[in-house]
């Protein structure tokens, strides 16, 4: 049972994080960052957004699956389907080695910190949500 909420919940996890991505690239005033030579990418919202409600999304799962007297696959496939699908570590560490690449360090420290900090607040208000 466990495996099959986490495929469902994943499959659903990677359409919500197409949608922000799909979201954020049409209402994106500015895709580029204009630079010598040749365009720099914007920042990464997309990334942030769905990696913090990631974090909210596994520390509620826990708390509402034994609020709600759900088994432990549940929670697994809160945590591992949805969540797993929707967070992407490896688009955000990609994003920091390329605003690192283009000598955009202050935005590369900037995109470690705010993941990390608001992450862990995202994970810590989700635990805390639900007695």
């Not at 913090?52 to 088994?71: D, E």
Request: overall charge positive.
């Amino acid at each position: 049972m466990a495996a099959v909420l986490v495929g469902v919940f994943g499959v659903a996890g990677a359409l919500l994080r197409f949608a922000a991505d799909s979201w954020f690239a049409h209402h994106s005033t500015r895709r580029t960052v204009p630079g010598p030579g040749k365009d720099k990418l914007h920042w990464p919202w997309a990334t942030l957004v769905v990696n913090v409600a990631g974090c909210f999304i596994i520390g509620i799962s826990y708390g509402l699956t034994q609020r709600l007297a759900l088994g432990p696959e549940w929670a697994t496939g809160l945590a591992t389907g949805l969540a797993g699908g929707l967070t992407t570590f490896s688009s955000w560490t990609t994003a920091t080695v390329r605003l690192v690449s283009e000598a955009r360090f202050g935005s590369a420290a900037l995109n470690i910190a705010v993941n990390l900090v608001l992450g862990l607040g995202a994970a810590a208000a989700g635990i805390a949500f639900l007695p």
